[in-house]
């Protein structure tokens, strides 16, 4: 899964949410199911593709889809 914004770094990603940027998820290619939304956890990689990913996270999504903690 990917995160809406294209974040560099996992660090970034850390940072933009401790400042309360509400971020999305969502999962791209023909078996993903688009927008992710329902509290849950899941597990975010990055830089977005084509870019070769560098970094992997797991997220933890609010009621709303929107990440909350990231580890």
């Known amino acids: 899964m990917y ?3 294209n974040f560099k770094t996992k660090k970034a ?3 933009a949410v401790a ?3 509400r971020v999305s998820v969502y999962q791209p290619g023909p078996f993903g199911t688009g927008d992710v939304t329902g ?5 975010l990689e ?7 990913h560098r970094w992997y ?9 929107f990440i909350v903690k990231v580890s």
Do not use: M
């Open 3 to 5: 995160t809406i914004i």
């Open 57 to 65: 996270a797991r997220a933890t999504l609010d009621d709303d889809g």
């Open 13 to 15: 990603l850390k940072e």
């Open 19 to 21: 400042q309360g940027v």
């Open 39 to 43: 509290k849950q956890t899941v597990t």
């Open 46 to 52: 990055g830089p977005h593709y084509p870019e070769p």
